[in-house]
């Protein structure tokens, strides 16, 4: 079931309960932006999650240290928080290289070094890789390689997309 303004919380509670499931509320990164909205939501999840007999997970990607939840979430008693650290520069850099299937030509001046600088996750790496890859499939054939450019290109419109879903993401609103 797909959470939204509309749905009331209690509902997700009572059809979990009918088909005896794990509750799991993903993308729940705005419950932390101190809005009244998100506090009442919260607060509706805590009740009803308190009463129900089987786990209760939301997952919430915050960008930021484990400290920086703890203070904006402060109504919410977490009974477990998995911390997932990002890649060590040398598994970005294992990650970056495995990103790109063997058959994709790579330009000469792809690093994968340089590129194992910024600090951004799996899930990053991936998705950059493929829009790096896709924009260079467009391309003729002669000059179908994927280029340093093509991925900083997409690592920038990435960050830019990543920005706007932060700034505008309000799944209570």
């Not at 059809?15 to 919260?42: H, V, W």
């Not at 109504?75 to 598994?91: D, H, M």
Request: hydrophobic share 40%.
């Amino acid at each position: 079931m797909l959470l939204t303004s509309s749905v009331d919380i209690g509902s997700v509670f009572e059809e979990g309960q009918k088909l005896g499931a794990i509750i799991a509320f993903d993308q729940c990164q705005s419950l932390f932006d101190y809005s009244d909205k998100s506090r009442q939501i919260t607060q509706l999840i805590q009740y009803h999650a308190s009463r129900y007999h089987k786990p209760v997970i939301l997952i919430a990607t915050t960008g930021g240290n484990i400290t920086s939840i703890d203070s904006r979430a402060a109504s919410v008693n977490f009974s477990l928080e998995v911390n997932f650290q990002l890649p060590t520069k040398a598994l970005r850099q294992t990650l970056w290289t495995r990103a790109f299937p063997k058959q994709v030509p790579l330009a000469a001046d792809v690093s994968y070094d340089t590129l194992s600088e910024s600090q951004i996750t799996a899930k990053d790496i991936r998705a950059i890789a493929f829009g790096a890859c896709s924009k260079a499939a467009l391309r003729l054939p002669a000059e179908r390689k994927v280029t340093m450019a093509d991925i900083k290109d997409e690592m920038e419109e990435y960050r830019m997309r990543d920005q706007r879903r932060k700034t505008h993401s309000s799944m209570f609103t």
